[in-house]
Every structure is written in C-alpha cells, then in structure tokens.
Nanobody, 114 residues
Framework: QVQLVESGGGLVQPGGSLRLSCAAS????????MGWYRQHPGKERELVAS???????NFADSVKDRFTISRDGARNTLYLQMNSLKAEDTAVYYC????????WGKGTLVTVSS
C-alpha cells in the first residue's frame, strides 16, 4: 500500500511563494509518474504538474513559468515550487502517484489572499 503525505500548504499573499512537499512511502522512481493536482471548490480535480520516472515534466498552461516540479530520491519526496501566486491558485492540492493504478494523498490547502 502506497502512502502519500502532502505538506507545505497555507496562507500566502498574492505574488508570494510556497513549496509543497509530498512524502511517499516507497521508492518514487518505481512510479510511472507522479504529479500534483488541485481542486477548486465546486470544480473537478485538475492536473497542475507531473513528472515521469525518466524526468519528463508537464504543466498546466495556467501555471507554466510560475511553478516547478522536482523530486528527491533520497527522501522519496516530490515537490511543487509555486511562485508568483495568484488568487486563482487557491485550491486543495493533491499529490498523485501512478503505478498502473493511481494513489492519492489527502491534500493540502493553499490559500492566496491579501
């Protein structure tokens, strides 16, 4: 059973930065891909950023040039660095890992507000 635990969410002012972390219970390079999704109130979950086992990345158009995704194999941790945050980035952010079947964390809330 894979466990994913997100951390790093919180309240930040517009234009600020946050770094989310996702600690995995297994070797993160054993997953086909890992990623970050977010869900706005009343809307469906959407992909923010993903990274494959060989390091190929993909970003939603709305976060390109502002967010970066990275991982630390020694810590089995996935990161999402979020810069130039906007009010519309406010959402619950979920970590995802794909090993043929998807695994999800419980989410961490990011609130961008002055």
């Amino acid at each position: 059973q894979v466990q994913l635990v997100e951390s790093g969410g919180g309240l930040v002012q517009p234009g600020g930065s946050l770094r989310l972390s996702c600690a995995a219970s297994g070797n993160i390079f054993s997953f086909y891909s890992m990623g970050w999704y977010r869900q706005h109130p009343g809307k469906e979950r959407e992909l923010v950023a993903s990274i494959t086992s060989v390091g190929a990345t993909n970003f939603a158009d709305s976060v390109k040039d502002r967010f970066t995704i990275s991982r630390d194999g020694a810590r089995n941790t996935l990161y999402l660095q979020m810069n130039s945050l906007k009010a519309e980035d406010t959402a619950v952010y979920y970590c995802n890992a794909d090993r043929g079947i998807p695994y999800w964390g419980k989410g961490t809330l990011v609130t961008v507000s002055s």
